[in-house]
Structures are given as structure tokens and as C-alpha cells.
């Protein structure tokens, strides 16, 4: 067998470790002898090369364990095992399976790598990806060793991409396909026919390469971009590390141009060219490593080929990097704010190397730009270069250091975009913004105006932000800077999500969601500062990741940040206040039962004026709205417009106008009202039966569905109405039935077997007997359940309800928590409030979210004779804080400290119960 492929000087662990060579070397020839036939030397070579390429693998993974940042040594190191068992393989088939003695000039054959196996970097399961070159039509020799050596590398269990092609073919079909193209553009020689492989180098450099590099690099990125849209923003919180915005694609597509262009071979040479300066260079490679890094671990984590870093892969990952949990963070959260730096330093590089691509006119400016082309008025100082914003002198630009500020005015006035070269002069400058300038009125000035002034506050702060600037001149930003938080509730870095709430203000301001979100249109149009809902949107999340409150030490932070900013002294103590309390308003509509007249006092009494209520319900809505794309609903709307318009009422006239009496007395003539054709008798039966609870905690349309529910019925009757509440995203389903212990427990237990997410309930007794509940539920994508689905609905909840299914055996098969859902960590928390309502106590139960969960904790209710009226639930993520508004057994609130932990740890028993079955 002849020399193996030469080992690099750089592996992560010694070459004889990774491959004895001159031991598989006697192998291969001790099979090639001994085997009968080529049936049984494939067997043999089969085995062979599958126990070295596991011992190979082996040494690799404990060589990167002991080093696992060091991801060029490591790719190496995959590539050259693979070249070495490719090459044997290949030699067998050509030299043992099919020998020639005397082989013509059309028997030539070249075996060459290519794609990314071509450039030499490869994960532990990345793509074998081969072409088999001839300089004529294929002879059936050839296509016998090529068909024995991918049998064998098939048997292997590798996944070979291949192709057999003559030069002519490759530039015919690299004229045709960019992907092969690209391809091609990387192939490099592994065994057969050197001088066939040269011929193919030259062939495509002076046939195919020169002279096309306009149409290459267009190619590229319009490739580039799709892929960014169907991969989503650089800050999705699951990102894919090879396709997605900032990942190992990015990379390559600019150094595939560079190589098409230029002829490059290594990205050193990048800084000879001055594409990139040494600084932007090594940034490159910090990113080029830790991406390869996070690959090459993603990979061995997974035992496969697996690009996308799921919540269960980033702890798993996080941990092999070697990242710790500190500072009151989990490793994991360290990890991705590394990974969604270096994600943002891609961009940055590959905006650069766009510029000098332009400069030289190698990339076309969209057609429309060309044609309706019109000079802008800029100030001085400034100029355009291909459609955006330049500096005309940078010594001029810096010797004024508020210049690194009114750039970005300049952008925002102008709608253009900034030059990426004077991008380039503020990141090296960043040293300029310095507490003088941080201190400076005219500098802060500035920057209020950029959020206020120009109608597009984000696209600055998002510049501004991914450049440093921000955290520059607001250096509290800057802890949260591609801060992400391990959870499934946000889908952003805790920057982005600011930038996002800013945003959807914007939006608002503009009139673009007048028809979602009328009542905070309605208040923009009335007037309110904007100035402090601005700075409070700004700084609302600015104390994360830290060891205490989030709102508290947010709050901190302001009370320093807005004197600064030229905040008046009431200004700085609104701010301070709406950071502080950010988070109330949102819990009070999400976790507590806004009917009772308690929470809207209790609520009214802290905003305390009508201005802070309007602003807070800004804040509110904006700040849901930012957290990701699917998170605000009708649901959280129409809870918000119920509190705001209640709590405005009792901020305007006074509490009493949301007394009990108040409600029942009008709730009780508007059913009059919807039911003109029933009797006064009926009517009076109605009206009577029901405590005052019940009046206030439902709307008429409930009132008027549970009065033709309870008409006539029997004692051994039940009673399902189920209908679409579009208003709420939901759909309600109501119950009538003949009261008695436990029953809210089986209705949970009947709603979670039909796979109905529970969004709030109300359960009520009437006078005569009768439990009525509503509850709204939500299918599994947050959407009320469709119309045809709603009679088997109704028929399973039926015999679930009447005890034909247990629910507590039925439930278990369906209570499960997902594999990538498995990492994240929620501490269960118990508390008992005596004072948020007048009558009941809540018992407020926050931790993991599973489709059982209800139902354990409404059965461990019941069986403690606790009575449940409602239940309030909000979900966020992965975590549920389920409000309960209980009584005793004897109507009583349950004050005893004694009964009150006996119940919690009933409660905590029932749910560590469930989720060890739900892992299970």
C-alpha cells in the first residue's frame, strides 16, 4: 500500500494516536491477500477501516476534551483520519478489487475532495464529499472502483456525497449551478492522477473563474440572504451554527468570494490585500474558532450530524466548553452570549468586506438605486459613497468627539445607511466616548433625539448597539449585551428584546397598529411624555443577569442614568418608578383575577394617577410585545384592556364605583335584557340562585349561555356548551352540572385528555346546588380548538366527566416533557396572599409547565376539602404560575400558618410526583 496522506503539524492530538499508519497499512495487505474474493476483501476493508476510524475518533474527542476551544487542531485532525481511510479505500478498489496492468490514457482516474471536506475543515460527522475525476467518458473500470470503494465507505456508515465527471463536465455544469460551482471552487487533490487534478485547477481558474466574478459574488449573496430569512435574526434563540445569521456560512460564503476573486488560499492573506485590517483579521479567526469549536462539540453531543443548538444541546455544549455558572447565571447563559457576540462580529466583518467589494465596483447597486438615483442634502462633512453615509475627512470627523453621535443623527435624518468605513473609525475610536462626553448636555441631547426626534429610533440603537456605542455611552448597557436568557419564553438576547420594545412603540406612534391595539393608540393620540416612556423602555430590563431583582436594580441604575440624560427631577422619579413597577401591571392581568374588585383597588392604589397608568400600560404592552413574535394574543389584550379601563374608572371616580353591589345590580339587568322572551318567574329563579360572585366574575354573554344551561336541568344531568371567543383567542367552554367535591379537579383532568390548555376558569355554586365553571382553553398552538373539532370534545369531556375514562390513568401517557425542553431549570415557589382578595385566599403556585399539571394540583386541592372559585393561569415559556382563589371547607380564608404548610407540602409532593413521571 503506498504512503498515506502526510499528517499536518498542528492535530489535537499526536498523529500515531489518531492513526497507526504503518499498522493499517499491513492490515490492508495481509485482507488483500488472505481474501478469496473481492466480496470478501470488501468485508475485510470494511472492518478495517470502521476500527480505525473509531479509534481515530476516539483520541480526537479525548485530545478536545482536554483542549476544547481548540477547534482548527480539532477539524484537522477529522479531515486528515477521513483522507487517510478515503485514500485506502481507494487503493484497494484500484489496486486489489479491479487491477490494470496496463491502463490507457482514458483509465486515468483523480480522486478529489471537495465543499467543505475540499477546504479541509471538518466536524465529526460532516458530509464525505467526493469527485471522481476522468479525462474522457467513464470506462467501466473506473466505474467499478468507484462503485467498490463507496460500498465500502457506504458499509462504513459514512455519508458520502459524490460525483463522476470529466473536466469538460465540471465547467459545463459550474457555468450552470453556483452550488457546484462553489464546490469546485475548493476541491483538492487526495489520491489517483495528479496531473488530471492540475488540469482541473487551471481549466476552471482561466475558463470558468475569470471574468465571472460579478455574477459569483451576486449569487452568493442572494443565497446569503434567503438563508437569513429562512433561518431567522442572528438572535434566535435556538440558532443553527452552520446556516444561521452570523454562523460558519457567513464565514465561508466571504472567504469563497475572497478565494473566487482573489485567489486566496489562507484569510491571512485577506490583511495583505487590505480587505481587513490585523484587528478585523483576528476577529476573523476569534470567530471562526469558537464557531468551529461550538460545532465540532454540538456534534459529538449529539453522536451525529446536528447544526442546530437546542435548548438541551446549549447546557450540553456550555458544559464541554468548559463554561461554569457565576454571577447568578447559568454556564449556559455565559456560553450564548459568547456565541451571540462572535455572531454579531461576523456581520460586522462581513459588512467590511462588502464595502471593499463595492469600492471596486465588483458589486452592482440595486437596479432601482441606479435608476431613480437622487443626491441627498447632507451636512457638512459628510458625503455619499454607493448610496450611503461617508465621512469626507476622518481627522476633521474625530478632532469633535460628539461626531461618533451625530453620525448616526445624520443616518436617521437622512434614511441612509452609514458607510461601513466610517463604521470601521467609530468601533476604533470607541476609547473618545469618555465620562466628559458621557456627562456632556449637548451629547446627551443628541442621543434623546436620535430616540425621539426621527421616527426610527431602533435602526440607530440597533447600529449603535452591534457597533459598541451604546454600551459606550450608557456603559450600564452593557452587561446585557447578547445577554441571552435560558428560557422558551424569550426568543431574544435581553439588547435586542430593548430594541424590540422600542420598535413596537414606534409602530404604535405611527398608527400602524391602530386596528390591534386602540386603547394605546388612543393614549399616544391624547398626549403623554415621551420622553420618559423612552428612557423607561430603554432601561426597563437594564439590570438583568445580575443576583438580585431585575426591577429593583433597574431601577437603581435609572435613578442614576436619567439626571444624566437631562431628565427633570419628576421625569427621573417616573422613570425610576415605571422600571421599578414595569413588571406589575403585566402580573396583575396575568396572575390575579381582575374581577375581583380587590386586585383592580389594590392595582389603582399603586399606579396611583391616571398619567402613570397610561404610561405603564405603554410600557405593558410594548415590553410583551418585544419578547418574541408569538407571545402577545387576544388573551393578554383583551386582560389589559379590562384592567386599564377598570382601574381608570376607579382612578377617575373613586373606588366605590367598582363596589359588588354596583356590578351585580347591572350584570343582573343586562341578562334581563339579553333574554327578553323569557318569563319574569324564569327570570326571577335566575336572578336569585346565584351568589354575588358570580354576578362580577363573568360577562353577560356567559350569564346569558349558563341561564339555558341550568333551565331545566336534572340532578344527574351535565352540561357542555363549547363556542370560539374570538375577542379572546380562545375557546369557552362551560359547565352545568349537579355540585360536589372535586369537581374543577375532573374538569381539568377532562380538558388536559382532549389536549386543551387551560387559560383562565371561573367555577361558581349556585344557591340550589349546581356547580357552573367556565373555562377558556386554547389548542396546542394558542389558538382556539376549530369548529369541527368540538363535538368529540364535547363526547370525551362527556364520559370523562361521568367517570367512563379516569383521567388520572388516561392523563399519564400524555404528561410528558419534551427531550430539548428537558434542560431548563424552574424552582417550584408556593406563596399564600390573604390580602388580594376579600373573600378568598390565593394560593399563587409558580414553576414547570406540563399537560398534567393542573390536574395534580387541582385533585391534591380537593382532596385537602380546599374549594377552588378560579384559577388564573399564565404561562410563560416553559414556566406557569397557576393563581388559585380558594376557600375551606368552611367558606373560610386559610390563615393558619400550620394548615398552610401542610398544604404546601401536599402541593410540592404532587408536583415532584409529576414532573419524575413526565421525564420518565
Not at 190 to 206: C, F, K, P, Q, Y
Not at 715 to 729: C, G, S
Not at 757 to 770: H, L, M, P, Q, S
Not at 794 to 809: N, P
Request: glycine share 6%.
Amino acid at each position: 500500500m503506498p504512503e498515506l496522506v502526510t499528517a499536518p503539524d498542528t492535530l489535537i492530538c499526536p498523529a500515531d494516536d489518531i492513526l497507526d499508519r504503518a499498522a493499517l497499512s499491513a492490515a490492508v495487505e495481509t485482507a488483500a491477500a488472505e481474501a478469496a474474493d473481492a466480496a470478501a476483501l470488501r468485508k475485510a476493508m470494511v472492518m478495517i477501516l470502521t476500527d480505525a476510524r473509531k479509534k481515530g475518533f476516539d483520541a480526537i474527542a479525548q485530545g478536545f476534551a482536554l483542549d476544547p476551544g481548540a477547534a482548527r487542531p480539532t477539524t484537522r485532525a477529522y479531515t486528515w483520519l477521513t483522507d487517510c481511510l478515503v485514500a485506502a479505500a481507494f487503493h484497494v478498489a484500484a489496486r486489489h478489487m479491479h487491477p490494470l496492468a496496463n491502463p490507457t490514457d482514458s483509465e486515468r482516474l483523480a480522486l478529489l475532495a471537495v465543499g467543505g471536506y475540499g477546504r479541509g475543515e471538518m466536524a465529526p460527522f460532516s458530509d464525505v464529499d467526493l469527485l471522481f475525476l476522468t479525462p474522457h467518458k467513464i470506462t467501466p473500470w473506473a466505474e467499478s472502483v468507484i462503485e467498490s470503494m463507496l460500498y465500502i465507505l457506504w458499509d462504513m456508515r459514512l455519508k458520502v456525497g459524490h460525483a463522476s465527471r470529466t473536466v469538460k463536465d465540471c465547467l459545463r455544469l459550474g457555468r450552470e449551478d453556483f452550488t457546484i460551482r462553489t464546490a469546485l471552487l475548493e476541491h483538492r487533490f487526495l489520491i489517483g492522477d495528479r496531473a488530471l487534478s492540475d488540469t482541473l485547477d487551471t481549466t476552471l481558474r482561466e475558463d470558468l473563474f475569470q471574468g465571472s466574478e460579478r455574477e459569483f459574488i451576486e449569487a452568493k449573496l442572494a443565497e446569503r440572504d434567503s438563508r437569513h430569512i429562512k433561518q431567522g435574526a442572528r438572535y434566535v434563540v435556538e440558532p443553527n451554527v452552520k446556516e444561521g445569521k452570523g454562523g460558519l456560512r457567513d464565514l465561508q460564503s466571504l472567504f469563497w468570494i475572497a478565494k473566487y476573486i482573489y485567489g486566496v488560499e489562507d484569510a491571512a492573506q485577506l490583511v495583505k490585500l487590505k480587505l481587513f485590517r490585523p484587528e478585523e483579521y483576528e476577529t476573523f479567526i476569534l470567530a471562526e474558532n469558537f464557531l468551529w469549536a461550538t460545532r465540532c462539540h454540538l456534534h459529538l453531543a449529539s453522536g451525529r450530524a446536528n447544526e442546530q443548538l437546542t435548548f438541551d444541546m446549549q447546557v450540553q455544549v456550555a458544559e464541554r466548553m468548559n463554561y461554569r455558572d457565576t454571577g447568578g447565571r447559568r454556564a449556559v447563559e455565559h456560553f450564548m452570549q459568547d456565541y451571540f457576540r462572535h455572531a454579531t462580529y461576523v456581520g460586522d466583518l462581513t459588512r467590511i468586506f462588502l464595502t471593499k467589494l463595492e469600492a471596486t465596483h465588483l458589486k452592482t447597486k440595486p437596479l432601482l438605486e441606479r435608476l431613480f438615483k437622487r443626491r441627498r442634502k447632507l451636512k457638512p462633512g459628510y458625503e455619499e459613497v454607493h448610496g450611503r453615509l461617508a465621512i469626507v475627512d476622518e481627522e476633521a470627523f474625530l478632532a469633535d468627539k460628539l461626531n461618533l453621535l451625530r453620525l448616526f443623527e445624520e443616518g436617521l435624518r437622512t434614511g441612509m445607511l452609514i458607510h461601513p468605513d466610517a463604521m470601521r473609525l467609530v468601533t476604533a475610536n470607541l476609547d473618545l466616548i469618555d465620562d466628559a462626553m458621557r456627562a456632556d448636555k449637548e451629547a446627551n441631547r443628541i442621543f434623546l433625539g436620535l430616540l425621539l426626534k426621527h421616527g426610527n429610533p431602533e435602526r440607530a440603537l440597533r447600529r449603535m448597539n452591534e457597533l459598541g456605542v451604546l454600551s459606550a455611552f450608557i456603559p450600564e448597557f452593557a452587561p446585557i449585551v447578547a445577554m441571552m436568557q435560558f428560557n422558551m419564553y424569550h426568543a431574544y438576547t435581553v439588547d435586542e428584546h430593548t430594541i424590540q420594545v422600542i420598535s413596537h412603540f414606534n409602530r404604535i406612534e405611527q398608527g400602524a397598529l391602530e386596528g390591534e391595539l386602540p386603547v394605546s393608540s388612543e393614549i399616544l393620540r391624547s398626549g403623554l411624555n415621551r420622553k420618559v416612556l423612552m428612557v423607561a423602555m430603554l432601561c426597563h430590563d437594564i439590570g438583568k443577569g445580575r443576583d438580585m431583582d431585575h426591577s429593583v436594580l433597574g431601577a437603581q441604575i435609572a435613578r442614576g442614568l436619567t439626571p444624566r440624560l437631562g431628565l427633570t427631577k419628576a421625569e427621573s422619579e417616573t422613570v425610576e418608578w415605571l422600571v421599578r413597577y414595569h413588571l406589575l401591571m403585566s402580573d396583575m392581568a396575568q396572575k390575579r383575577d381582575i374581577a375581583d374588585p380587590r386586585t383592580v383597588r389594590d392595582f389603582a392604589k399603586a399606579v396611583g394617577s391616571v398619567k402613570r397608568l397610561d404610561l405603564l400600560l405603554l410600557l405593558t404592552v410594548c415590553d410583551i410585545r418585544g419578547v418574541g413574535p408569538n407571545t402577545w394574543n387576544n388573551w393578554k389584550a383583551v386582560l389589559l384592556r379590562s384592567l386599564y379601563r377598570q382601574t381608570r374608572l376607579a382612578l377617575e371616580e373613586g373606588i366605590e364605583a367598582l363596589s359588588r353591589e354596583v356590578r351585580g345590580t347591572e350584570a343582573k339587568k343586562n341578562l334581563r335584557d339579553a333574554l327578553p322572551e323569557w318569563s319574569a318567574a324564569d327570570l326571577k329563579l335566575e336572578t336569585g340562585r346565584h351568589y354575588d360572585p358570580y354576578w362580577q366574575g363573568l360577562h353577560v354573554t356567559a350569564h346569558v349561555v349558563f341561564a339555558n344551561l341550568l333551565n331545566g336541568i336534572e340532578d344527574d344531568e351535565i352540561r357542555i356548551d363549547l363556542h370560539p371567543d374570538e375577542d379572546r383567542d380562545a375557546t369557552r367552554a362551560c359547565f352545568a352540572m349537579a355540585d360536589h367535591p372535586g369537581i374543577f379537579s375532573r374538569m381539568c383532568g377532562a380538558l388536559a385528555l382532549v389536549g386543551a390548555n387551560i387559560v383562565d376558569a371561573r367555577t361558581f355554586t349556585t344557591k340550589d346546588g349546581y356547580a357552573t365553571a367556565a373555562f377558556w382553553i386554547q389548542d396546542a398552538d394558542g389558538h382556539p380548538f376549530e369548529a369541527s373539532k368540538l363535538k368529540r370534545l364535547s363526547q370525551m369531556i362527556h364520559k370523562t366527566l361521568k367517570g367512563e375514562v379516569i383521567a388520572r390513568d388516561a392523563i399519564a401517557d400524555r404528561d410528558k416533557i419534551k427531550k430539548r425542553e428537558q434542560a431548563f431549570r424552574v424552582p417550584t415557589t408556593i406563596n399564600f396572599d390573604n390580602d388580594g382578595s376579600e373573600i378568598y385566599t390565593i394560593i399563587e403556585v409558580d414553576t414547570r409547565d406540563r399537560p398534567g399539571l393542573l390536574f395534580d394540583v387541582t385533585r391534591t386541592l380537593a382532596a385537602a376539602n380546599v374549594y377552588i372559585a378560579s384559577a388564573v393561569i399564565a404561562t410563560y415559556g416553559e414556566q406557569v404560575v397557576d393563581s388559585f382563589y380558594v376557600k375551606d371547607m368552611f367558606g373560610l380564608k386559610i390563615h393558619s400558618a400550620p394548615k398552610q404548610k401542610a398544604l404546601e407540602k401536599k402541593l410540592r409532593e404532587a408536583i415532584a410526583q409529576g414532573v419524575e413521571r413526565a421525564r420518565a
